[in-house]
C-alpha cells in the first residue's frame, strides 16, 4: 500500500468510527474509500467488516468505562438479529461485484425515507416517549436488519438506533446497546467473508486502527455529550446519507 492509502484509510477510519458510534452511516465513507485504493466492491464490503468489529469492541470498553454497560439489555435481539446477517452475508458473498455496487445503492435509497421520518419522531420523543414494540414485531424487525447487516452493513446503526430508540432506550444507552449487537453481527459475519476469500487483510488492519481511535472517541463523546450531542451526529449521518443518495458528492 501507498503512504497516501494508508493515509486516507487511518484518516476515513477514524471519521467513520465517530460517526458509526455516535449514529451510523460511517461505512458509505470506509467502503468507498476501499473501492479508491483499487478492492473490488464485495471485497471491499468483506474487509470493511474487520474494522467495524475492532471499534465495536473499543467502542463497547469505553462505553463500560463511563458507566453505560448494556450486556443484559443486548441479549435479547442478538438471536435474530444473528441468523438474519448469517442469510445476510451469504447472499452478499454471492452476487458479482456489479450486482453488488447496485444492490448497495438501492438499498441506501430505501434505507433514506424511514430514517428521515425516524429522526423527525426522535425529536418530539421528550413529550411523546417511543411505545414498546410487540415482541412478535420485534423479532421481524430485528431478523431484517440482520440481513441486512450481513449483505450490506453501511447504515445499520441507524437502523438499529432508531429501533431501539422506538423500544423505549435513551440515544445513549440505545448507542451502547448498538456497540454491542453490531460487533456480534459483525463477529458471526466474517466467518462467511474468510470463506468466500473477501478480505483484503492489510488494508482491512490499516482501517481497523483508524476504527478503533474513533470508536473510543465516539463513546466517550457520546456519554459525555448526552442525546443533544447524538442528535446532532444524527443529523450528520443523515445528510451525508441524502447527498451521497443524490449525488451531491
Known amino acids: 500500500m501507498a503512504p497516501f492509502e494508508i493515509l486516507i484509510l487511518l484518516v476515513g477510519g477514524?471519521?467513520?468510527?465517530?460517526?458509526n458510534t455516535l449514529a451510523g452511516g460511517g461505512s458509505l465513507l470506509t467502503v468507498p474509500l476501499l473501492v479508491l485504493i483499487g478492492l473490488p466492491g464485495t471485497v471491499a464490503?468483506?474487509?470493511?467488516?474487520?474494522?467495524i468489529l475492532v471499534q465495536c469492541l473499543v467502542a463497547t470498553g469505553n462505553f463500560r468505562s463511563e458507566g453505560v454497560s448494556e450486556f443484559r439489555n443486548a441479549i435479547p435481539v442478538l438471536i435474530p438479529l444473528c441468523i438474519g446477517s448469517i442469510a445476510g452475508a451469504m447472499l452478499s458473498?454471492?452476487?458479482e461485484d456489479s450486482t453488488f455496487e447496485r444492490v448497495f445503492g438501492v438499498a441506501m435509497l430505501v434505507l433514506l425515507i424511514p430514517t428521515l421520518r425516524q429522526a423527525v419522531q426522535s425529536k418530539q420523543a421528550g413529550s411523546h416517549p417511543p411505545t414498546q414494540l410487540p415482541p412478535l414485531l420485534a423479532g421481524f424487525l430485528f431478523f431484517g436488519i440482520g440481513v441486512?447487516?450481513?449483505a450490506i452493513q453501511a447504515g445499520v446503526g441507524l437502523f438499529l438506533l432508531f429501533a431501539l430508540h422506538r423500544a423505549g432506550y435513551d440515544l445513549v444507552r440505545a448507542n451502547a446497546i448498538k456497540m454491542i449487537v453490531v460487533g456480534t453481527l459483525?463477529?458471526?459475519?466474517?466467518p462467511v467473508f474468510v470463506w468466500e476469500n473477501q478480505i483484503a487483510w492489510l488494508p482491512a488492519a490499516v482501517l481497523a486502527c483508524g476504527f478503533s481511535l474513533g470508536g473510543a472517541l465516539g463513546a466517550r463523546v457520546a456519554v459525555r455529550g448526552g442525546?443533544?450531542?447524538?442528535?446532532?451526529?444524527?443529523?450528520i449521518a443523515i445528510v451525508a446519507l441524502a447527498g451521497k443518495m443524490l449525488g451531491g458528492y
Open 45 to 51: 464490503n468483506g474487509t470493511n467488516r474487520i474494522g
Open 148 to 150: 441486512y447487516a450481513g
Open 227 to 235: 442525546e443533544r450531542v447524538i442528535r446532532a451526529f444524527l443529523a
Open 14 to 19: 477514524l471519521i467513520a468510527g465517530v460517526v
Open 186 to 190: 459483525t463477529a458471526v459475519a466474517i
Open 93 to 95: 458473498a454471492r452476487l
